[in-house]
């Protein structure tokens, strides 16, 4: 158990972020982000699934001696689900017309960018680097148009969306980069070390949620978040 957690030090910070959430829940359980909690619990689940099928070939799922440890078909599923679920968020949240236009927008072109991927890819092998880019491009967009709105609005003070904001924006920049590299420039992606920067992003988004929880004030329901 040590020296699992020693080689996967981000894996707890999920579940600590989980059981803040949950008891803080009453503070914004009738909010955008009521559903929050299920996505930590099903970011948890993944991390731990995607690791007992790259470490043990009893759980594989790619039945290829090659890709016997291939786990990145449990990572695009979440991808989606996370994208998606982080889009909606923020067009409920987004009041201002123009701004939620190209919140559809860009969450469009990020679906179509999945539908596209698998030609080029295999999506039960390989990550899904281009509709990463795209996901993780429209999400910047996304969290930027938020800060704008909620900046001349003036509300940003114990705000738990601005914290989930400063977390995910952190991360997407530079998630791209790094899953580009392990998939066409693998020497690099070693030499830069790239696995463990990966790693220091999660934590440093998860940081950022738990910030916002302890922080976090009654945030208001959906019908009142105008």
Same mark, same amino acid.
Request: aromatic letters at 24%.
């Given at each position: 158990?040590? $020296? ?11 579940? &600590? ?29 993944? $991390? ?10 009893? !759980? ?5 001696? %090659? ?9 695009? &599923?979440? #991808? =989606? ?6 889009? +909606?968020?923020?067009? %409920?949240? &987004? ?24 030609? +080029?890819?295999?999506?039960?092998? !390989? ?7 795209? *996901? ?10 938020? =800060?704008? $709105?909620?900046?001349? %609005? ?12 400063? *977390?995910?924006?952190? !991360? ?11 998939? !066409? #420039? ?28 302890? %922080? ?7 019908? $009142?978040?105008?």
């Amino acid at each position: 158990m040590l $020296e699992f957690l020693k080689n996967n030090y981000f894996i707890p910070l999920y579940a &600590i972020a989980l059981i803040i959430s949950l008891t803080r829940y009453r503070l914004y359980y009738d909010s955008v982000l009521k559903y929050f909690p299920i996505l930590i619990a099903y970011a948890l689940l993944s $991390e731990i699934l995607g690791i007992l099928i790259r470490d043990f070939e009893i !759980f594989q799922i790619v039945y290829q001696d %090659k890709y016997h440890f291939a786990n990145n078909f449990i990572y695009n &599923i979440y #991808d =989606f689900v996370f994208y998606i679920y982080f889009y +909606f968020v923020f067009w %409920k949240r &987004i009041q201002n017309f123009k701004y939620k236009s190209i919140v559809k927008y860009a969450s469009m072109a990020y679906v179509v960018a999945t539908l596209i991927n698998p030609f +080029f890819q295999n999506v039960f092998i !390989f990550p899904q680097v281009y509709a990463l880019t795209i *996901g993780s491009t429209a999400l910047i967009i996304c969290t930027l148009l938020y =800060f704008r $709105e909620t900046i001349q %609005k003036g509300k940003t003070k114990n705000n738990l969306l601005t914290w989930i904001s400063i *977390g995910l924006l952190i !991360f997407n920049i530079f998630f791209p980069i790094i899953m580009l590299a392990g998939r !066409f #420039d693998y020497d690099l992606y070693k030499k830069l070390n790239f696995q463990q920067f990966h790693y220091f992003l999660i934590v440093a988004m998860y940081s950022c949620f738990i910030i916002g929880f302890l %922080k976090m004030g009654r945030m208001k329901p959906i019908q $009142e978040d105008k």
